[in-house]
């Protein structure tokens, strides 16, 4: 069973970047059709989607959150990594990494999640 986990400060200052890093476990970053997504929640919001990594290192980002979005891996580690520059406090959220499987063409499902972790973002 694939279990993922975030890590990193809960705290980071306006402006600065937000760096989490996914590590997996029992299962490879690299296994085909997998995309290993980052999604938020803010307070009192429902789900925003910031991006993926795919089984194969390609990359695809939330277009309003593009400019500020990186998503990066170390297979040798089995983690991904969200760095999301330029932070605000409507930054602040519940984030989690989670595995997308691709099921068919256009199709996909979610089925696995971190825990998630809270960042809040604040002088």
């Known amino acids: 069973q694939v279990q993922l986990l975030e890590s990193g400060p809960g705290l980071v200052k306006p402006s600065q970047t937000l760096s989490l890093t996914c590590t997996v476990s029992?299962?490879?970053?690299?296994?085909?059709?997998?995309?290993w997504s980052w999604i938020r929640q803010p307070p009192g919001k429902g789900l925003d989607w910031i991006g993926w990594?795919?089984?194969?290192?390609?990359?695809f980002y939330s277009p309003p959150l593009k400019s500020r979005t990186e998503i990066s891996r170390d297979t040798s580690k089995n983690q991904f990594t969200l760095h999301l520059s330029s932070v605000a406090p409507e930054d602040t959220a519940v984030y989690y990494c989670?595995?997308?499987?691709?099921?068919?063409?256009?199709?996909?499902?979610?089925?696995?999640w971190g825990q998630g972790t809270l960042v809040t973002v604040s002088s």
């Open positions: 989670a595995r997308l499987a691709a099921t068919g063409w256009g199709q996909w499902a979610l089925d696995a």
């Open positions: 029992g299962g490879s970053i690299t296994t085909d059709y997998y995309y």
């Open positions: 990594i795919a089984y194969g290192g390609n990359t």
